[in-house]
């Protein structure tokens, strides 16, 4: 270690096992970590070297004494010099990777923890990027990290969106924000499995666009030839408009936003396809409830809800929304037709989503086969040691 090292030291406390941090776990929370006045008076989003309790150096950390995860390990060298070059390694290694998977920059080029950067989110459309800097450290450093990412990828815009849960938690503040270039003043077009996705990046949902789902767009799409589709918390027509990119009869997109409705609309005429679209606005609960009512079936029904447990505090509250959704959904599919079931919190892992779905078709009176279970694509790169950044599922029954 470099006696000269510019960071204070933090260390953990007697009798916590250093061992999962030496494995690979990222995160340090307030009480693994001896919290006395001087840690404390530490400012958020300042680096340390992390040593366990025997006084060895384990690595280099993010440290907000403001937030329940207050460390995040960054680098394991702890010798490292945290500039605008190593921002630069960081992106040129995630850029390689997208590059081989993608033909064209539509894509989530940086994953959080598992690309390196602990609590940053940057998902790219063309020329334009949409950082999420939800952790305090990424805002202390965010110019290099900018510079960074511009030298690298080439991009003329940056967009700072700063809403969202993560920010919250770690103190900070929600202004969306231009940093660089000029911000497009209409939705971008973006094209995936045939499909025409409209991704409004100012004032839309998170940064536009959910391109964690691709894959699963593309399963649901190869089932959807000839087939009436209902699609529900659509947001911009994720799974409606792959139905009609893969020749689907009908789709029907339910959102409670009107805005994303109409992007869904957008992208239908994009893709000559009005006819065969259409929506319906309202909270997606009393929708299935009136559609059920109303005695209505599809060939295909597709159900992607936001969060419905973001944490493990709210885990069986989440479990019986998930549960209530299936319920309500099996008996819009016609007999021989497809449920598709989604769910993008972590704290609800395969097995407990899949058994509240089975259950929810159970209580429907429905018996469903389970054909494929998906996950996010290869842009949402998984840490084996953080569960959280796998936290997208999405299961497909035939009932």
Known sequence: MNISSPFPVVRLKPKTDARNVRFGYPWIYANQLVTDRRTKSIEAGSLAILHDENRVPLGIVTVNPNSKIIGRMIDRNVDAVIDQAWFEAKFATALSHRERLFDAPFYRLIHAESDGLPG???????????????????????????????KVTGVTCVIKNASGRSRILEGLDEETVVLRGTAPSDPIPVHMNGATYMADLMGGQKTGLFYDQRLNHGFAAGLCHGAEVLDVFSHVGGFGLAALAGGGAAATCVDGSAAALDLAATGAA?????????????DAFDVLTQLGDEARQFDVVICDPPAFAPSKNTLDKGLRAYERVAKLAAPLVREGGYLGLCSCSHAADVVKFRNASVRGIGRAGRMGQLIHTGYAGPDHPVLPQLAESGYLKALFFRL
């Open 270 to 282: 994009a893709m000559g396809a009005t006819d065969r679209f259409a929506s319906i606005k309202g």
């Open 120 to 150: 940053v989110i940057v998902d790219r459309f063309g020329d334009t990027v949409v950082l999420q800097p939800n952790a305090a450290w990424a805002e202390v450093l965010l110019d290099q990290m900018v510079n960074a990412l511009v």
